[in-house]
């Protein structure tokens, strides 16, 4: 299994570009996370997924993010405008069902000039 | 407030000797805690979770207690090698799936 795959591993980008981060989550999992981790705030969860259908949000920080799932193995997290605070680490998680473990993509380091 | 404290000071050890790193949390009433490590520009990778009715569990040289009373969880590595120099995450239910995390403590063994 290649685990879960995430694409770039690094972007840089000017203020107000629009960025797309790509995760493909293990197949036969079921639930996909997003996660941004900075130096001060750590690994804050953005949104999820269960079965391709968004559960919760709540943590995503404006209007500028938006996340889609069209399918069980494809997943985009898209900034527009992005905006220098927006730099840090965006992780993508996956998990079956019932299974409380998450496991991690390598990441896509942001940086926003 | 939710909160969840690791020591964000880095922790020093010598090899041979056991490491412990602690997580505390306040206005989470969490089903599991896990742990993971991290190593610099990777993602997080699962060691061991610990459910609620759990007070300790153990993997190779691994060690997790949990208590629900004071809302702690103490992470043990006895017999540290440098190779166990990483950043540490504790990681509890935050309720509905949703996985919250502590900022992680940086553990450098030294030789």
């Known amino acids: 299994d290649a685990g879960v795959i995430q694409s770039p591993r690094h972007e840089v980008t000017e203020m107000g570009q629009e960025v797309t981060l790509r995760c493909k989550p293990i197949?036969?999992?079921?639930?996909l996370f997003w996660y941004r981790q900075t130096m001060m705030r750590g690994l804050e969860l953005l949104i999820y997924?269960?079965?391709?259908?968004?559960?919760?949000d709540s943590g995503m920080p404006e209007d500028r993010f938006s996340a889609k799932m069209p399918n069980a193995s494809f997943s985009t997290l898209k900034i527009q405008p992005s905006e220098p605070r927006d730099s840090a680490v965006y992780f993508c998680a996956s998990t079956r069902d019932r299974s409380e473990k998450l496991f991690f993509g390598s990441g896509t380091q942001l940086s926003v000039l | 407030s939710q909160k969840i404290e690791q020591n964000s000071e880095a922790l020093n050890i010598q090899e041979g000797k056991t490491a412990t790193l602690t997580c505390n949390y306040t206005n989470y009433s969490p089903a599991y805690l896990q742990w993971y490590r991290q190593d610099p520009g990777r993602g997080p990778v699962f060691l061991l979770l610990?459910?609620?009715?759990?007070k300790e569990k153990r993997k190779e040289r691994l060690k997790v207690t949990f208590d629900t009373t004071l809302k702690q969880s103490l992470f043990h590595i006895t017999a540290s090698q440098p190779a166990d120099s990483a950043t540490y995450l504790c990681?509890?239910?935050?309720?509905?799936?949703?996985?919250?995390f502590g900022t992680g403590t940086r553990l450098l063994v030294s030789p």
């Open positions: 197949s036969g999992h079921n639930s």
């Open positions: 990681a509890l239910d935050g309720g509905f799936q949703k996985l919250v």
């Open positions: 997924f269960n079965n391709n259908v968004p559960i919760d």
């Open positions: 610990i459910r609620e009715n759990e």
